[in-house]
């Protein structure tokens, strides 16, 4: 095959790829702007009448609003936890690093019906009610391990002579890292509080199991009524969602993306 | 020098992120262990005497251990759909296109992983079901003159997994081939290496550790998944984590701790074997 014909089928395959991975993505936002009930191509009239009606659903409302409250509350936790594990792990020489490196891996790689079901078992045996605070808990142990890597990855590439340079000149080290430290890795934090609650506005297995009758997350109510039947108003919640996780995702990715790719 | 003296004690550091995976992880993980080995009696009470009953049921109940296989089965095809599609998608952009190009490519594959994974096995539904997208386009092409059956077989699941891991698997296999060095492939080249002997003597051994890694990231999530059989499997294509899930809602809770206890365990195994070949750490961080 000759050089040309190589990179025009290359080009190809990727260009397929595309379109298989955004083609059901793109269903989701196109069926939630058809005006019809049938949840189908092809659209008739375009309208924004499901995003209205949402407006209008109490319950869908609530959700909506429990998820926001726990993706601020528990990206602000686990960036916070996160940063700790970071500054440990960069910062200092300790026995057990490795170790310590592999459980905070854990969570990231074992199954969310292990995890949702032990934190079940877990809050049930200290007598501990399912609902907002055990969704809270669960979800920071999920985003956890991702935002202290988003900031290993920051704080690694941060020159820590200039932290060296403050100590010479006799700040202490709570003033190195608030003064220092934390502003020269200000776009990691960032970045690892928008994964973080992007990762807690999407999560599902884990909020099935610790959400209560009366506090529901969006994904949570999405599924009740998909288990029921598709409707148009799904769609344009979904879509929301989609706008959202796509919006932060990409600010995410411009804050944290290595610059010293070649 | 003082520079070392005056630094903050570790535990200032590691205290809180530790008591975190201790309370959240680890303790939740050895009370199911725990649980594995308790029972319910007919009241629904839980009987806290040890014994190994959950475990011989799981093994003895054809529908559990089938159930195993299938996952493991399904899994296993996933993950070699996912690294048979990246390693050529990682290749393409990594070493094909022009360099200004692969950022924005290679995050506009990764991005979808970001969307939740509800919403993204849900638009599955759109695609795969009777009025889906793929049945109209089978009949306007006139393959076929009813709407074929996807929706609610093994096959859904499978495709909804491929679908939904895809992004996960890519990351490790693109991070391994983007940094592979151009001057080798080129050395192999000038001594006259077949495109094929490039690929199987130089480039794979190379990217190896990225395909582990981006294999372990694909099956054991999807070893474990809840969500993609409920939604795409219905009766046929149900999964190990649907087991599990149906134990705690008939609140067999020993049942279904020890359901978990087998999956953990299988994949601690498997952890195990292949971090005997290459640093999984690594790998997986990308570091």
């Known amino acids: ?262 | 020098m003082s520079v070392q003296q005056t630094r903050l004690p570790l535990m200032v550091f590691l205290g809180l992120p530790l008591l975190t995976l201790a309370a959240l992880f680890v303790v939740p993980i050895a009370l199911t262990g725990v649980y594995s080995f308790w029972s319910v009696n007919n009241d629904y009470q839980l009987e806290t005497a040890a014994t190994l009953n959950q475990y011989r049921k799981i093994f003895s109940t054809p529908l559990y251990f089938w159930t195993l296989l299938q996952s493991a089965w399904l899994a296993l095809i996933t993950t070699v759909l996912c690294v048979l599609l990246a390693i050529p998608l990682a290749w393409v952009i990594g070493q094909v296109i022009p360099s200004r190009w692969r950022m924005l490519l290679i995050v506009g594959l990764i991005l979808p992983g970001w969307v939740s994974i509800l919403i993204r096995t849900y638009s599955m539904n759109l695609v795969l079901g009777e009025v889906g997208i793929l049945n109209g386009l089978l009949m306007w092409l006139g393959l076929v003159d009813t709407p074929i059956k996807i929706l609610f077989t093994t096959t859904a699941v499978v495709i909804g997994l491929v679908y939904i891991y895809l992004p996960y698997t890519l990351v490790p296999i693109y991070v391994a081939v983007e940094r592979l060095d151009r001057s080798v492939l080129e050395a192999a080249e000038n001594l006259g290496a077949s495109p094929l002997q490039r690929f199987r003597r130089i480039i794979l051994p190379l990217i190896l550790p990225g395909i582990a890694a981006g294999c372990i990231i694909t099956f054991i999530p999807s070893m474990g998944e809840f969500l993609v059989p409920n939604l795409l499997g219905g009766l046929s294509g149900i999964m190990y984590g649907n087991l599990i899930a149906t134990a705690f809602q008939s609140y067999n809770w020993p049942l279904g701790a020890a359901l978990s206890m087998v999956l953990l365990l299988l994949i601690l195994a498997l952890l195990f074997i292949v971090s005997r070949f290459l640093d999984l750490s690594r790998s997986l961080v990308g570091k």
């Open chain 1, 1 to 262: 095959m000759s050089e040309k014909a190589y990179t025009k089928s290359a080009i190809a395959f990727v260009a397929v790829l595309y379109a298989l991975v955004y083609l059901p993505i793109a269903l989701v936002v196109l069926t939630s702007l058809n005006e019809s009930t049938i949840t189908t191509l092809p659209i008739e009239n375009y309208s924004l009448k499901w995003f209205v009606q949402l407006f209008d659903n109490t319950k869908t409302l609530a959700a909506l609003w429990t998820s926001i409250q726990l993706g601020v509350l528990s990206a602000t936790a686990a960036t916070a936890i996160g940063l700790l594990a970071a500054l440990a792990i960069v910062r200092y020489d300790f026995r057990g690093r490795q170790a310590f490196m592999g459980l905070l891996t854990l969570p990231m790689i074992a199954p969310g019906i292990v995890l949702g079901i032990s934190l079940l078992l877990t809050a049930r045996s200290v007598g501990f009610n399912t609902g907002f605070l055990a969704l809270f808990l669960g979800h920071t142990l999920l985003e956890l391990p991702y935002c202290a890597f988003i900031i290993i990855a920051s704080l690694a590439r941060f020159d820590q002579s200039f932290e060296d340079a403050a100590r010479g000149l006799g700040a202490s080290e709570l003033r190195v890292l608030w003064k220092v430290t934390l502003p020269n890795i200000t776009p990691g934090i960032l970045g690892a509080l928008l994964f973080g609650f992007t990762i807690s506005i999407g999560e599902f297995v884990v909020s099935f199991f610790l959400t209560s009758a009366g506090i529901t997350t969006l994904p949570i109510r999405i599924y009740s009524i998909v288990k029921v039947g598709i409707t148009p108003e799904i769609n344009a919640v979904s879509t929301l969602i989609l706008a959202v996780t796509i919006l932060l995702t990409l600010t995410a990715v411009r804050l944290t993306w290595t610059k010293t790719q070649p």
